[in-house]
T-cell receptor, first 115, second 113 residues
Framework: DTAVSQTPKYLVTQMGNDKSIKCEQNLGHDTMYWYKQDSKKFLKIMFSYNNKELIINETVPNRFSPKSPDKAHLNLHINSLELGDSAVYFC??????????????FGEGSRLTVL | DAKTTQPNSMESNEEEPVHLPCNHSTISGTDYIHWYRQLPSQGPEYVIHGLTSNVNNRMASLAIAEDRKSSTLILHRATLRDAAVYYCIPRGGYGGSQGNLIFGKGTKLSVKP
């Protein structure tokens, strides 16, 4: 069983469309994340949710909206897609006990191409 | 967030040890030093972490300088599968935004057969 799974793995779409990427983790973790890796391979955090509540929201356009229906799922919805949104998006999860930084488990990534 | 400096790239021969350095001179006293790696076309994966003492696990060893301003990830016998980008990441000792993983550019390790 895959610990952190993302769908779809590949997504090709036109500018202006709205798309979603889904993420599920079966590790029982409380915290989930979305990271973006651009064409220069920089990995940057976008959002972090702890027990369905948003705890980190880095400087991300409000066209990006994360949704966490339960603590095992964190979906990423993107409105009005732009060329610059083309990237690989990684979902991750961790269990973060107080006073310790837990290991992050990453999914395999979803490659979004905006034409 | 503590800044890190790593070589852009390193090369190794298969079955030889590899020492991957990282400078993190602005690290705070509560930051753990985490190492992750990203194999081609995959998500990052955890390698090892430590605070002050040297650490060993099945994947690697982590040697931390006494002043904590630098650390070295040691792969004892490199395999072709170890070819990846290795990230050294100081990370806050508590949850929330201080516990955030901030990735730098990392070191691209190539392993020659």
């Amino acid at each position: 069983d895959t610990a952190v799974s993302q769908t779809p793995k590949y997504l090709v779409t036109q500018m202006g469309n709205d798309k979603s990427i889904k993420c599920e983790q079966n590790l029982g973790h409380d915290t989930m994340y979305w990271y973006k890796q651009d064409s220069k391979k920089f990995l940057k955090i976008m959002f972090s949710y702890n027990n369905k509540e948003l705890i980190i929201n880095e400087t991300v356009p409000n066209r990006f909206s994360p949704k966490s229906p339960d603590k095992a799922h964190l979906n990423l919805h993107i409105n009005s897609l732009e060329l610059g949104d083309s990237a690989v998006y990684f979902c991750a999860s961790s269990q973060v006990p107080t006073g310790f930084t837990g290991e992050l488990f990453f999914g395999e990534g979803s490659r979004l191409t905006v034409l | 967030d503590a800044k890190t400096t790593q070589p852009n790239s390193m090369e190794s021969n298969e079955e030889e040890p590899v020492h991957l350095p990282c400078n993190h001179s602005t690290i705070s006293g509560t930051d753990y030093i985490h190492w992750y790696r990203q194999l081609p076309s995959q998500g990052p994966e955890y390698v090892i972490h430590g605070l002050t003492s040297n650490v060993n696990n099945r994947m690697a060893s982590l040697a931390i300088a006494e002043d904590r301003k630098s650390s070295t990830l040691i792969l004892h016998r490199a395999t072709l599968r170890d070819a990846a980008v290795y990230y050294c990441i100081p990370r806050g000792g508590y949850g929330g935004s201080q516990g955030n993983l901030i990735f730098g550019k990392g070191t691209k390790l190539s392993v020659k057969p």
